[in-house]
């Protein structure tokens, strides 16, 4: 459950996302940088599969994984326990390329994982790498304007069109769009909190939030802890 947007600008890429999580989850390990083969990165733990669902490395590529989910779970019955799909993002951020982390993800056994979709982004280079459990296919594209993603497990249908009229219209002006992706990540109605972008349930919340922002003058994510509430924590890497 989660919200991911893209926003180019003039220096590089702006990569956000809104963490929704069960209130009965462990909570996230802090983001801390670590060694993925020739690689550096940083991103945050979930401590459950030890894994993590965003990140970034110091070749410039960002990677966050979302859930998917065609039927609300809670209709349906269905139980999701494995946290297989954090091993995603550290497989693709020990690459240097989208080109290479494609080859890698598609050498992936797709029964291996509960479905998913995978936002991978470098320079003005965009995939969207999504499994069912029993294919994993790939969509590349350049990256020249705001994209968004977004999962819920009432059903990726339901929140989808309210949370996507919101982002377009919060990027109509083109010379504020990182103004509008703070406040689209920060977004939320006081009569449809269980849809919002900042979501509320009595079961879940949007438990966190990491921006990402890659740029010529180097690499940052900071990430905010908002269940508990904690400082922000940024952490800066020189770009390779």
Not at 36 to 42: I, N, Q, W
Not at 73 to 87: E, N
């Amino acid at each position: 459950m989660c919200t991911v947007s893209l926003v180019p600008h003039a220096g590089g890429l702006r990569l956000m996302s809104n963490r929704d999580e069960r209130l009965d989850r462990a909570i996230a390990r802090a983001p801390r940088v670590v060694a993925l083969g020739p690689r550096l990165a940083a991103m945050p733990q979930d401590p459950t599969g030890g894994g993590s669902w965003i990140g970034v490395n110091d070749a410039g590529l960002v990677a966050a994984v979302l859930n998917r989910y065609r039927l609300s779970v809670r209709d349906t019955g269905l139980r999701w326990t494995s946290a297989s799909r954090g091993a995603l993002v550290p497989a693709a951020l020990a690459c240097d390329s989208i080109e290479t982390a494609l080859a890698e993800l598609r050498g992936m056994d797709a029964a291996r994982f509960q479905p998913f979709r995978l936002v991978l982004a470098k320079g003005h280079e965009a995939a969207l790498v999504a499994s069912d459990t029993r294919q994993i296919t790939v969509a590349t594209s350049a990256l020249d304007g705001p994209v968004m993603f977004t999962a819920s497990s009432l059903g990726d249908f339901l929140v989808d069109a309210p949370r996507r009229r919101l982002f377009d219209w919060l990027m109509n002006d083109r010379a504020a769009r990182l103004r509008g992706q703070v406040l689209f990540h920060r977004h939320q109605w006081a009569d449809k909190r269980d849809i919002s972008v900042v979501m509320q349930r009595p079961e879940a919340a949007t438990v966190s939030r990491t921006t990402v922002d890659v740029s010529s003058g180097g690499i940052t994510l900071e990430y905010e802890s908002l269940l508990p509430s904690l400082p922000p924590r940024r952490f800066e890497m020189a770009a390779c």
